[in-house]
């Protein structure tokens, strides 16, 4: 994540100690008067233990691609691109990446149910 999201200047913690810095370090409001939802799944991924963290960030990182400015996934600006262009891209890019975080990890809380499932049918039938 600080390779791939040009972090390495915010902090020099790493690894699941940079979950934690970026979970108190985001804003309470990135726009006035809209509660941080990337605050929040900070705090959420901050609060997680490592097994389940490192289940859920496998899950969600390939979405978070569109929001780098090399990748393809990300909306392309023009040569000389306004302000505007920029917050509709970002807005975009946004909005692309949480739906499709949503859809990963509602697909892992499906695969979880399932795993319980699984497990409890077979310690009745052992």
């Given amino acids: ?5 040009n972090l390495r200047e915010l902090t020099l913690a790493r690894g699941s100690e940079l979950i934690n810095v970026l979970a108190v370090e985001i804003p309470e409001q990135l726009i006035p008067g809209i509660s941080s939802k990337l ?3 900070f705090q959420v991924l901050a609060e ?3 097994s389940d963290r490192g289940l859920v960030q496998y899950r969600i ?3 978070l691609d569109g929001l780098t400015p090399k990748e393809a996934k990300t909306p392309k600006l023009t040569e000389l691109p306004s302000v505007q ?9 946004h909005i692309e990446s949480v739906r499709n ?6 697909q892992l809380l499906s695969e979880s149910n399932q795993v319980w499932r699984n497990l409890w049918i077979a310690a009745f039938v052992l």
């Fill in 1 to 5: 994540m600080v390779e791939k999201a």
């Fill in 39 to 41: 605050k929040l799944a």
């Fill in 48 to 50: 997680f233990e490592l």
């Fill in 61 to 63: 990182r390939p979405h």
């Fill in 85 to 93: 262009q920029v917050f509709i891209n970002l807005k975009i890019a």
């Fill in 101 to 106: 975080c949503e859809k990963g990890l509602k």
